[in-house]
């Protein structure tokens, strides 16, 4: 069974840059053919897909997060990434990765979640 573990500071002040680390085992993040996606939910709000990194290497932006996310991967560690720019205190949430065959995820009955990570972006 595939399994997911986000890692990374929980802490991050405003204009910084967010970085989070997916940690997967018992399955490739290169086997078709999967897409890896990043979500996050704030406090007291529904959850919010961000964008995903395909099994090919492809990347996929939410538009309203495209001008600052980065999503890149590493193949020999299995893991991949999610950086997040100049962040600010409405970027607060629990950020999770998941994996499933649609590239879009919003549900979190449907595929493969890390548990979350909390991430507070405070001064």
């Known amino acids: 069974q595939v ?7 929980g802490l991050v002040k405003p204009s910084q840059t967010l970085s989070l680390t997916c940690t997967v085992s018992g399955g490739s993040i290169t086997t078709n053919y999967y897409y890896w996606s990043w979500i996050r939910q704030p406090p007291g709000k529904g959850l919010e897909w961000m964008g995903a990194i395909a099994y090919s290497g492809s990347t996929y932006y939410s538009p309203s997060l495209k001008s600052r996310t980065s999503i890149s991967r590493d193949t020999s560690k299995n893991q991949f990434t999610l950086q997040l ?13 998941a994996r499933d065959t649609a590239v879009v995820v919003t549900s979190i009955q449907s595929g493969s979640w890390g548990q979350g990570t909390q991430v507070t972006v405070s001064s």
């Open 3 to 9: 399994q997911l573990q986000e890692s990374g500071p």
């Open 85 to 97: 720019s100049s962040v600010t205190p409405e970027d607060t949430a629990v950020y999770y990765c």
